[in-house]
């Protein structure tokens, strides 16, 4: 994996927005040349959209210099800056950061009450931190599946399958009549494309109740029959019957884009961010296109609409207002949304044409509900306690490894360990020990 950083530096202008009524915290006067880092992980747009984004603006404040840094292991790195303390302006919060954590390093952008009304993701988010919000989604992702059209019309599949099963015999067909493809890719090796398989869960249960509500209060959510046992049952299946890359432990994110786009890859599970990636390096952009996960609730199609990256600003930064202010600028003004083929977080924007599919298909969207009462940050602390690591690739390279022959586990073996740590986690957070 490269871990080499991808830094830039650009100048920007600042638009004011709602998170900086609250005092002026910095350390630079009106005017002064101020450098603001900014971490991310697309590194695909550091030299690209990034720097178009700085020459629109940077003609009338050209006080504001941004450095943007972006790592392709944007987890891991970012975690060890913020342990380090050097976690720059304006960040990405990694997903390696329990989510009570928040408060610890970053600036409160306001209530959730008055955030909420104004863009999506926020709901019931700031129940655990009395009302206050850490984190604005950077844009919103759907959960589903990114295909290679010209790849399945080649290998006679017509419709876009509605089972698992189907999903299955659509992959089958692809590896008897396309030798060359590989008809599902893993993305083993990089680990987070495995826990894009996470928010499935939700479009399964077809209830937005399900994480925070219906999953926080049974002791056995891994049991058949659940949507975590059917969602990675599909998983396991793939690399059961041979579907999958020969060498899962040798895949490569940066690679997969190239293949799939090239029409060596069949499918590959990820939220909607990845459709413009992919179609930029496809000579025909129309060949690339999006799916909902293969499950049907009485005879209706779910998909999850969840947050993608919280942008938040470092609580210790020397220039909290005008870090708050990009903040702004970049989830309202700057179309990354838009540029990524993702949904905007800002309530009432333009939906990207890229999931016109889905409309077609009648699919509706879900977004977590809130907690019950009492309950706020169940599922999180639940799941670090358990050590299941619902956000981290871990127990799904346990899956794909039993599934290949490389451990001597079973699928029920595995899903048993996970109900066990969850049932002795939850029930000390519910007793509150």
């Known amino acids: 994996m490269n871990k080499k950083v991808l830094a830039v530096v650009m100048s920007c202008v600042l638009a004011a927005g709602i998170f900086t009524g609250c005092g002026s915290k910095s350390d630079s006067k009106s005017g002064d040349k101020i450098t603001l880092t ?11 959209k990034f720097k178009e984004y700085a020459e629109t603006y940077k003609k009338d404040h050209p006080n504001i210099e941004l ?21 720059g302006d304006v960040l990405m919060i990694p997903n390696t950061l329990p989510i009570s954590e928040r408060p610890n390093y970053f600036e409160s952008l306001g209530s959730e009450k008055d955030l909420a009304n ?35 019309k080649d290998a006679g599949i017509t419709e876009l399958p509605k089972t698992p099963d189907e999903f299955l015999s659509d992959m089958q067909k692809i590896k008897d009549k396309l030798p060359e493809a590989t008809p599902y890719y893993t993305n083993y090796k990089d680990g987070w ?18 994480t925070n509500q219906e999953m926080v209060n049974t002791d056995s959510p891994f049991s058949p029959g659940t949507p975590h046992y059917i969602v990675y049952k599909l998983m396991y299946d793939l690399a059961n019957k041979k579907l999958i890359e020969k060498d899962p432990t040798t895949t490569d994110w940066e690679q997969s884009k190239t293949l799939m786009a090239q029409g060596k890859i069949g ?48 609580k210790n930064s020397k220039h909290v207002t005008e870090a708050k202010e990009f903040l702004t600028w970049f989830v309202e003004k700057s179309g990354y949304a838009q540029d990524c083929g993702t949904v905007p977080t800002l309530k009432g924007a333009e939906m990207p044409k890229s999931l016109q599919a889905f409309k077609d298909l009648g699919v509706e969207y879900l977004m977590p509900a809130s907690a019950k009462e009492g309950q706020a940050g169940w599922n999180d602390k639940i799941d670090k306690a358990a050590e299941v690591g619902l ?43």
Do not use: C, H
């Open 118 to 152: 104004k863009y999506y993701g926020l709901d019931g988010v700031g129940d655990e931190f009395g009302g206050k919000i850490y984190g604005i989604p950077s844009d919103m992702n759907v959960s589903g599946m990114v295909y290679n059209k010209k790849v399945f």
């Open 38 to 48: 900014i971490l991310t992980q697309k590194t695909d747009f550091v030299n690209t």
């Open 391 to 433: 956000w981290q690739p871990d127990f799904r390279r346990r899956v794909i490894e039993a599934a290949i022959g490389n451990s001597k586990e079973t699928y029920d073996q595995i899903m048993n360990d996970l109900n066990s740590k969850w049932k002795t986690a939850r029930a000390k957070i519910v007793s509150g020990k």
């Open 193 to 210: 494309p495995l826990v894009q398989w996470e928010p499935d869960t939700l479009s399964v249960f077809g209830k937005n109740t399900y």
């Open 67 to 87: 450095k943007f840094e972006a790592y392709t292991d944007y987890d891991a790195q970012t975690q060890t800056r913020i342990t380090s303390n050097e976690y």
């Open 267 to 314: 499918a590959m599970e990820l939220g909607s961010f990845a459709i413009a990636q992919i179609q930029a390096q496809a000579s025909n952009a129309d060949d690339i296109g999006y799916m909902p996960f293969p499950y049907q609730v009485n005879g209706k199609t779910y998909s999850n609409l969840s947050a993608d990256y919280p942008i938040a600003v470092n």
